[in-house]
């Protein structure tokens, strides 16, 4: 009986999870940085409960279906997030009186050249 109640316990704890991951997934973000951070984190608590649960295969395949699209929308964001990071750069660069020149990863102002590294890592996103 104890194990029933383990077992129980467990799905209802990935079950929670989903939900909570679901509702963020679901919840507008306006900055491009926070939301691809979101969807990263999120998307990945999801894939990883998911596993660990017995469900219906029409409620599962809803999930996953849910998930593909909001993996689909992160390359759309980074798109934005460079940009941003671009038009913030030069900006401040500018103000300096320097011009930014060259595309990603390498741009260049007077005598300097900056590599900028765009992960997809989630726990490290610098755009």
């Given amino acids: ?3 029933l109640v383990t077992s129980l ?3 209802n704890n990935a ?3 989903i939900q909570q991951s679901l509702r963020k997934i679901n919840k507008h973000e306006s900055d491009a940085t926070k939301r691809i951070s979101i969807l990263n984190t999120e998307i990945s608590i999801v ?4 596993n660990k649960l017995s469900l219906e295969p029409s409620l599962k395949a ?3 279906n849910s998930i593909s699209e909001a993996k689909s929308e992160i390359p759309h964001l980074e798109q934005i ?3 941003e990071f671009g038009n913030n750069l030069n900006n401040i660069l500018q103000e300096n009186g320097f011009v930014l020149e060259g ?8 005598v300097y050249t900056i590599i900028i590294g765009l992960c997809r890592n989630p726990h490290s996103n610098n755009y």
């Fill in 103 to 110: 595309n990603y990863p390498k741009l260049r102002t007077s």
């Fill in 47 to 50: 894939d990883r409960n998911l």
């Fill in 81 to 83: 997030a460079k940009k």
């Fill in 1 to 3: 009986m104890d194990n």
């Fill in 62 to 64: 809803e999930i996953e």
């Fill in 15 to 17: 079950i929670k999870k």
């Fill in 9 to 11: 316990s467990k799905q």
